[in-house]
């Protein structure tokens, strides 16, 4: 199908925004983030009931013990049943389990999955009541008390006020009955804790700790597994001694919300809430305030969470301060920004039955929602929003015409809903993208349950072998029937004529005879169940959400015999379920986004049928060889010519004129009353409890999508179409045409709005005020125009970060970036080269700019390096992890980050040369006299594959196959290793790996294995201190199969690992280096028999930062490269009775990465601050005596650090480097 555009943009590209791979779980993270500093947060408000708010934490360290068994009887451990699962998450095989989980699971649970009361022996192995000074934070929620542990095989313990027997109160003060005597005798049994601040030390003992007892607390995401809550019904008494405070403010906190009803809570808590807008989150100085703090609430990133804040807009941003954590007069919360510019639609959304949403779409990453406190406030922020946007393509080719105006849709607005009608019946988009639209555009939301997107079940055929929708047999009536309109009932597709209720005549027969009997109550329906509700579409993506599940079923996933385990099983009581009318979601229609839902990737412990079958993947129909097969072909079938032809009869039920009143009656397709409710009928209702209930009613049995049309909708090339008529009135839909808000676009505050909001926070702008004008005072001229003032924003958490354009005053102008390193380029003063004989480091060297003719002593044969940017693009929401360059067949770029995401992206074949290559980037120029520009036009890279973990992604490794296939493998923080098919596009195997995030990956092939089959053997380090290695056989066509278990383990470091490398030598055996925290080092030998020695061992010390990167080079001798991140490089050479320090380079900044040509004995290192610099090294591992070339600013004017780098050698030039780098905005260079 040929895409056109419509005026000056492409309709399809606008609709983009609203595929469910940009919605994937998508995690921010504040710009320079130091993934091996900072460990996940396990704590989100998903852990606490539904509708409980967090509220603030502190950092404290926990004790806890049992209460003696006089004072209670003993506890039991209630667990719901988890069944069985593969926990090594093979992806081919779809059936497989742990036997070890097996043998636990016999022993402990019923087959069918019932709740189980759990052994005395089991509730000892329970460490919750017996902690001695563990460390972690203690979050305050509106219901409960949350202890996080540090340490991550500790589980998280909630303990509701409800359960408490003696609420919280500092040790020192009196009032506790007989409670107190034991918390007395339990703090004197306890070591004083010291700290060494002065505000802490000034602050007695018993001011720094409260105690609580409870007879119920919760445990949950042991070990950081997502898995149902463990509920234990004990006394027990916890203590908690606060780090860097007094409990002052918790115990004042603490008794202001205590015993307050839950309909009053919010009225408690909003005031406090009332906090102004911390000026130092600004980006900018000269950032103007459009409008006052507005209360509002952040509707995730993932469903059902929630954050209360406010919402203030500028004249170039929005900015969200969350309210958690600042009910102190002295301090806010970091706020998160998204630049006005980045906007490219945005729609009308509901809260609740409330028309007081808005969700907002951007140039990358997901989108925002924002639930503001009423309708007004909503619509004064949409009125500020951009109405045109700027073509800013990634980069500007000589030609193309730039700044090109492209309007801004509200997906709400009848203009959106016009354009997209007239573009399905043009043939311009697809049936998918047309559907994504019109759920946009009836209110519905990826962010929302209760408002999901709702897609039709297209095929009827789950059975067969082989599946033609071709074929005149799939079109073939069904005893003869026919829909209403005249379609037929096919043996392959479903009637979309009908809703799915009416699908099976004799279930429909009961429904309507239920009618009957209801005419005498009044508001009779024919379904008491809607087709799409929250429970509804977490039964679809229970594997991608499990932990919205547990937060809306008390801490447990539902029955193995109801989970979502069989695409026949679930079609099937569809049909024959009186209870089961729901109708399909978007994921079931895209490849891209849809395989995570049919596989159990995370290894949950789903559990097991009454039928002994383990609820693992789901089994899909037999004509579909694998979940990505099963998902091009539904795809296949909603792009057919019967889905085109029928599909206007399902919309006309879903959101025209069969949707409601006598129509509705008449095609069988009424529901419950409370499923039409909308904000005026909310308004209507007198009392509070009957406003909660009619909400909690809609919005946990579903609502029904506003009113698109008022007409039947019309066929595909149907030419005749009256708008006017067609497209329903506002009536109903999240739409306001006429508002009492005159409120211009782009219209300031008033002069004393603006005046009070400025007073607030003007200590602080005078502050940066006056850094700015230090700032402009410098005397180094060349550095003036890149520095910018503006406040410390270091809280400020950058959403979609792509501020920076390739222009004619950009560092990355592909026309003129022609940068001489030893010409007229920068580099470093002299560095310090020295040998380990000197323990004590000089001070790290400043970067100044050199003189032009200064030339390095190791390329002074050289004329000059000239580094030519290629292409830059903003790929990531998040800090890039790995990248990898692939110059064989194809031109590969592969990068995974911190969001989530893995991606693969192409160079045009038209911008590459014959030999199928990349153009150079770093090269020795053989254009002597001439612009090297000149010889190549600059390439622009395309997306290619994508893929989205729901954790943090933060190592890669590629390998491929005999057949020119390519595999990524990609460690994350959520413990799993995937491998993924560049070329195929789908997971193809993984494996639960280590007990905590996985932090470095190595794949090498040798030719012993210990099991005698495999073609690699992988090394997975972790920040559990642990390195194992694991069997990997990969085999033509993109084959993985990695081992359930390791065969070897290298346990001996202390701190955690940050990363690893590994070196096989034959016949000798596997050199593995692992670097962790404060500098520690280790090195092992893996012998060809099994065995294993301790080469090296280089302990913490005090001072040291951490080793964050390690390559090993072989040419003459076998030399380890190991950066550091006080910006130390250090060489060791190994020899078979262990490892020797050789040298030692300072380089001046935190090195992050680092690639090594041994061919050239050359490393690359990229830095901390956005540099990338080139060192010369000896072939025994000393460092040449010139100082480092050096390439500032490379990924973008503001300098990003560099996180990631990959290096490959131009085929047919002696010193030229092709060059891939990542960055902590997410931003990638070539």
């Known amino acids: 199908m040929t895409t056109t555009t419509t005026g000056s943009y492409n309709i399809k590209d606008i609709i983009q925004v609203l595929h469910p791979i940009r919605y994937a779980t998508f995690h921010n993270n504040s710009h320079g983030t130091d993934i091996h500093k900072k460990k996940p947060q396990r704590f989100s408000t998903l852990l606490l009931e539904h509708g409980e708010q967090e509220l603030q934490d502190w950092s404290v360290i926990a004790s806890s013990r049992k209460r003696s068994s006089s004072s209670s009887s003993r506890g039991t451990k209630q667990r719901r049943e988890d069944g069985a699962t593969n926990v090594s998450l093979s992806l081919s095989s779809r059936n497989s389990s742990s036997s070890r989980w097996r043998e636990d699971s016999e022993k402990s649970i019923n087959k069918g999955g019932s709740y189980v009361k759990m052994t005395t022996n089991a509730q000892e192995r329970d460490q919750s009541d017996k902690m001695k000074r563990i460390k972690g934070r203690l979050y305050l929620c509106s219901k409960s008390i949350v202890f996080e542990p540090e340490d991550m095989s500790r589980g998280i313990i909630r303990v509701p006020f409800e359960k408490m027997t003696v609420p919280p109160s500092s040790t020192g003060s009196a009032g506790l009955d007989d409670a107190s005597s034991s918390s007395s005798s339990f703090l004197k049994n306890e070591d004083s804790i010291t700290t060494t601040t002065t505000a802490t030390t000034a602050t007695s003992h018993s001011e720094r700790c409260i105690t609580l007892e409870t007879k119920r607390y919760i445990v949950m995401k042991k070990n950081n597994k997502i898995a149902p809550y463990e509920t234990y019904d004990k006394l027990s008494l916890f203590k908690f001694t606060f780090q860097h405070s007094s409990t002052q403010s918790f115990v004042q906190l603490f008794e202001k919300i205590y015993n307050v009803p839950t309909g009053q809570l919010q009225n408690v808590i909003e005031p406090m809430c009332d906090q102004p807008f911390d000026a130092s989150n600004f980006r900018h100085l000269n950032e103007t305030p459009m409008t006052v703090n507005l209360r509002a609430f952040l509707l995730g990133p993932f469903p059902l969470v929630k954050k209360a804040g406010c919402v203030i807009v500028t004249d170039q941003r929005l900015y969200f301060q969350p309210f958690s954590g600042v009910y102190s007069e002295m301090m806010a919360s970091r706020a998160l920004s998204w630049c006005l510019e980045d906007v490219v639609s945005f729609a009308r959304r509901y809260h609740g039955l409330k028309d007081e949403a808005l969700e907002i779409f951007f140039n990358l990453g997901p989108s925002v929602l924002l639930a503001f406190e009423g309708c007004r406030n909503r619509e004064e922020v949409l009125r500020l929003l951009p109405s045109v946007r700027r073509n800013n393509d990634d980069v500007v080719v000589e030609g193309e015409e730039e700044g090109m105006s492209i309007p801004v849709f509200c997906h709400t607005d009848r203009s959106f809903l016009s354009l997209v009608v007239d573009a399905w019946i043009n043939g311009q988009i697809d049936n998918f993208d047309y559907l994504l639209a019109l759920n946009s555009a009836a209110g519905r939301s990826l962010f929302d349950l209760s408002r999901y997107p709702v897609f039709p079940w297209v095929l009827s055929d789950y059975e067969s072998a082989k599946l033609d929708i071709s074929s005149t047999n799939a079109f073939e009536t069904m005893a003869g029937k026919q829909g209403k309109d005249g379609s037929l009932m096919t043996k392959v597709f479903r009637d979309l004529t009908k809703p799915i209720g009416a699908l099976n005549e004799e279930r429909l027969e009961s429904f309507k005879a239920r009618w009957n009997n209801m005419q005498d109550m009044g508001d009779a329906f024919l379904y008491g169940t809607h087709y799409s509700a929250p429970g509804y579409c977490l039964y679809y993506l229970v594997r991608t959400m499990p932990e919205q599940m547990l937060c809306l079923q008390n801490g447990k996933y539902d029955a193995p015999d109801r989970l979502f385990h069989s695409i026949e099983q679930c079609y099937s009581s569809l049909l024959i379920n009186p209870a089961d009318i729901k109708e399909s979601i978007p994921q079931f229609y895209d490849p891209k986004s849809g395989v995570d839902i049919l596989l159990n990737l995370r290894g949950l412990q789903l559990g097991v049928t009454q039928n002994g079958i383990v609820i693992d993947d789901v089994k899909l129909p037999n004509w579909a060889k694998s979940p990505k097969d099963f998902l ?123 005046s009070q909001l400025l007073k607030s926070i003007q200590p602080k702008l ?101 580094f030519k940017a290629i292409a830059c693009k903003q790929i990531h929401g998040g800090e890039v992890s790995g990248c990898h360059l692939l110059n064989g067949e194809c031109a590969y770029i592969t990068t995974t980050s911190l969001d989530g995401g893995l991606m693969v992206h192409t160079l045009p074949t038209s911008g590459i040369n014959e030999r199928r290559t990349f153009s150079s980037t770093a090269v020795k120029s053989r254009y002597q006299g001439r612009n ?80 005698g089959e495999s073609t690699h053997i992988m090394l997975s380090s972790s920040w559990d201190a642990t390195v194992k290695l694991w069997n990997v056989t990969v085999s033509d066509g993109e084959t993985v199969r990695i081992a359930k278990e390791p065969f070897a383990e290298l346990y001996e470091a202390e701190t955690p690992i940050h990363c690893v490398d590994a070196l096989y030598i034959p016949e000798v055996g596997i050199i593995v280096a692992a670097g962790g925290a404060g500098g520690s080092l280790m090195v092992w030998l893996w012998n060809v028999d099994g065995g294993k020695t301790v080469l090296f061992q280089q302990d913490t010390r005090p001072g040291h930062e951490s080793c964050c990167c390690l390559k090993w080079s072989n040419n003459a001798e076998i030399i380890l490269y190991a950066g550091y991140q006080d910006g130390r490089i250090s060489s060791f050479s190994f020899k078979y009775d262990g490892m020797y320090p050789v040298g030692k380079l300072n380089l001046g900044f935190p090195a992050n990465c680092l690639e090594i040509l041994p061919s050239c004995q050359l490393i690359f290192t990229g830095c901390a601050d956005g540099s990338l610099r080139i060192v010369a090294t000896t072939s025994n591992g000393h460092f040449d005596d010139g100082q480092p070339l050096v390439w500032n600013s490379v990924n973008g004017p503001s300098s990003p650090g560099i996180t990631s780098l990959s290096v490959i050698p131009e085929k047919d030039q002696e010193m030229g480097f092709t060059l891939a780098t990542g960055a902590t905005d997410g931003s990638f260079f070539l």
């Open 766 to 866: 005078n502050v940066a005020a006056r850094n700015e004008n230090v700032m402009q005072e410098s005397p180094d001229d060349d550095n003036k125009d890149n520095k910018t003032a503006m406040p410390n924003n270091s809280d400020i958490i950058e959403i979609n970060p792509n501020d920076f354009s390739i222009g004619n005053d950009s560092a990355l102008d592909t026309s003129t970036s022609n940068i001489l390193l030893s010409g007229s380029g920068v580099s470093t003063k002299r560095t310090d080269t020295k040998t380990y004989d000197d323990e004590n480091d000089s001070p790290l060297p400043s970067i100044t700019p050199s003189k032009s003719d200064e030339v390095n002593n190791r390329f002074e044969k050289v004329d000059g390096w000239t």
């Open 632 to 754: 091009k072909k539904n795809r296949k079938a909603l792009e057919s010519d019967y889905c085109a032809k029928y599909l206007p009869s399902w919309i006309d039920l879903i959101f025209g004129v069969k949707a409601r009143g006598e129509m509705a009656f008449n095609y069988d397709n009424l529901f419950h009353p409370n499923s039409y409710l909308c904000p005026k009928d909310l308004d209507q209702m007198v009392t509070d409890t009957e406003k909660m209930q009619a909400e909690l009613h809609a919005t946990e049995f579903g609502i029904c999508p506003d009113v698109l049309f008022s007409d039947f909708h019309p066929r595909k090339n149907d030419r005749r179409i009256d708008h006017s008529a067609l497209i329903a009135p506002d009536d109903g839909r999240s739409f306001i045409q006429n508002s009492d808000l005159n409120v211009d676009k782009r219209k300031s505050l008033s002069s004393v709005e603006a």
């Open 932 to 1011: 090297p520009s000149e010889t190549s036009m600059p390439l622009q890279f395309h997306t290619f594959r994508s893929h989205q973990s729901s954790d943090p992604l933060s190592c890669l490794a590629i390998i491929n196959d005999e057949n020119r296939g390519y595999i990524a493998f990609a460690g994350g923080h959520d413990d799993v290793i995937l491998a993924y098919g560049i070329k195929s596009a789908c997971g193809l195997a993984s494996v639960f790996s280590h007990r905590d995030a996985v932090s470095g990956l190595v794949l090498i092939e040798v030719p012993f294995v210990s099991d």
